[in-house]
């Protein structure tokens, strides 16, 4: 019994090692003005059964969840409940019971997160781990242009020739951006950018087993493989977010004051948020000149700026208060709005947005209240250390949430939620 115990904790650090890996089975699609569209596919990645399995060893086996950890578990369960009722209001039930399903994982995620006796330490550590080969593969991405494919390891054909794969866009010349084992850049920089302070924080946790040189070099190394690995993924969201989450980090350190902690933290937040969604906006040209990006860069600015002017609209033609339904957004936005190619479909590239489209006000303020529980636990333990750490997650989680739309529509983003979400829960244990 001890030994299947024991097992189970070291399950959830195989399970953060191997979530970099996107092997799925697909079993259905549903195409998009009579072409393939990724937002069509119906499938269901390995890492879940993963999830799934452990957390039947876990029932099996009695393992416990603290007690003062179950008002969130609480209502995170209210909020898987909100999403299955919405989807039965679905305007595509079979896309919604899919998404649904990868919602009910990432919980599970969450609650293997949180059992008693799995060590925070060693699931950081698993976590940063299994960057290592994505890392290591998005480099071979980039000075080559070019990425093998590999339908068991979840790797699709990528070319800086191909177009619609992501690329680096300078003096006319395209360069492949690095991709590592995730389905766009901008996630793969997302994971990146958290891997920062996750290994920080375990740094500091076996700061004593290692001899001062060892640890200064896995810090330095570490982080520099991290942050080079981030830089070639040309994530603009995501080395925004680690740039204000070290920022905010720093701050909270320096700032005794609790009242201005807080009131400082809230206003660096606002001011990054509202000042580049401006400079999007407003100044499009701009941006895109220091991208790089030229004509190419302006035109992707250009198209998200028209997916925020439409998104009124189109939410005025849903219920409001439950939504078109959980990964029902591209699809009803092409019903509503027919005769465009499938690539002009996507979701709008804010996950606060989308949520609120697919989920209505229900499902959002349910997401909120759960998130927002955690949250306001871990600002209590400020400035401890430990929490500095989860604070720089969370500002990171926040500010991709407002410029991209994984971290609601993909299991990826929904994995990394529930990982930062989980380790809020238990910095403060260890």
Known sequence: MKKIIHWISWAVAGILFVLPWQSRWIFGAVSLAGEHTEYGIMSIFITEFLVFTALLLAVIFARKISDQHQFPVRLG????????????????????????????????????????????RVICLAFVAGLIPSIVLGMIQVFSGVSPESSWLGLATRSAAQLGDAVFTVDGERSLRAYGTFSHPNIFGGYLSIGVFVLWYALAQYRTKFAPKMYVLLGTFGTAALLFGLFLTGSRSAILGFCVGLVVMIFARVVKSRIWRTVGILGILLFVIIGSLFASFALTDVVAGLRGGGVHEERSLTERVALYEEFV???????????????????????????????????????????????????????????GTIVYKYLGQLPNVRALYALGMGSVLLIVACYDH???SSWAG???????????????EE
């Open 77 to 120: 369960a209210i909020f898987c409940i909100a999403i299955i009722a919405g989807a039965a209001f679905a305007d595509r039930e079979l896309l919604s019971f899919v998404l649904t399903l990868h919602i009910l994982s990432a919980y599970g995620l969450f609650i293997l997160l949180i059992l008693e006796r799995v060590s925070i």
């Open 313 to 371: 609209p189109f939410i005025k033609a849903t219920n409001i208060f439950v939504g078109h339904g959980v990964g029902s957004y591209v699809l009803s936005y092409a019903d509503f709005d027919p005769g465009k190619p499938a690539y002009d479909y996507q979701p709008i590239h804010n996950g606060f947005l989308l949520m609120f489209a697919e989920t209505g006000i229900l499902g959002l303020l349910a997401a909120l209240c759960f998130a």
């Open 406 to 408: 994984y971290l609601w």
């Open 414 to 428: 929904l994995a990394l939620v529930a990982f930062v979400l989980g380790f809020m829960v238990r910095f403060e």
